[in-house]
Nanobody, 130 residues
Framework: QVQVVESGGGSVQPGGSLRLSCVAS????????IGWFRQAPGKEREGIAT????????YYTDSVKGRFTISRGIPQNTFYLQMDRLRPEDTAIYYC???????????????????????WGQGTQVTVSS
């Protein structure tokens, strides 16, 4: 019904940059939210960035604020996570998720929780090491 595919992961040195892409397809209409999450081995899945399709408001977890940027691209079902000044602690599998049930008019900290999201991608590995 809905497919979410992430790409762009890889290995980078500390201080480097990567841009992750998320493409959502299927029964997606105008109102939805996109979230980027990550999960390191032995840790809980962590929401790091989210965006509303309605007003393009964004929200970030503190650990990535000022370093990561979530945006909507062209075509409009494509989303990006630009990651700059990467640190070893950013190493994780990164997931893109979409929420299509409600479609928030604005984004806040609630949308960094995994619970609202309906569909998830398979993940892309990001490794930051020297």
């Amino acid at each position: 019904q809905v497919q979410v595919v992430e790409s762009g992961g890889g290995s980078v040195q500390p201080g480097g940059s990567l841009r992750l892409s998320c493409v959502a397809s299927g029964d997606i209409f105008d109102s939805y939210a996109i979230g980027w999450f990550r999960q390191a081995p032995g840790k809980e899945r962590e929401g790091i960035a989210t965006i509303s399709s309605i007003d393009r408001s964004t929200y970030y977890t503190d650990s990535v604020k000022g370093r990561f940027t979530i945006s909507r691209g062209i075509p409009q079902n494509t989303f990006y996570l630009q990651m700059d000044r990467l640190r070893p602690e950013d190493t994780a599998i990164y997931y893109c998720a979409i929420e299509v049930t409600y479609g928030p008019a604005s984004i806040g900290s609630y949308w960094l929780r995994p619970d609202p999201y309906d569909y998830w991608g398979q993940g892309t590995q990001v490794t930051v090491s020297s």
